[in-house]
């Protein structure tokens, strides 16, 4: 049996933008800071941590815009 993994609360909000982003959610710019931290009832700190785990799951690509490396976030 393997040991579980933790997740943090700024892996669990990157995760359920990641899933917002891929549905089409937002079209263009995400919203704010303090809208998605109020939405996804977290510290604005925690939002900020989320984002920059998505930043590192996305890799820009000559022939894409982006590419999404799955087993990061």
Not at 33 to 54: F, K, M, N, P
């Amino acid at each position: 049996m393997s040991a579980l993994h933790r997740l943090s609360v700024a892996q669990l909000s990157a995760g359920h933008l990641r899933k917002d982003l891929w549905a089409g959610r937002w079209s263009g710019l995400l919203p704010g800071v303090a809208r998605l931290a109020a939405e996804l009832d977290v510290s604005r700190d925690t939002i900020r941590d989320a984002l920059r785990l998505l930043e590192r799951m996305f890799e820009h690509s000559p022939r894409t815009a982006m590419i999404a490396d799955e087993g990061r976030c």
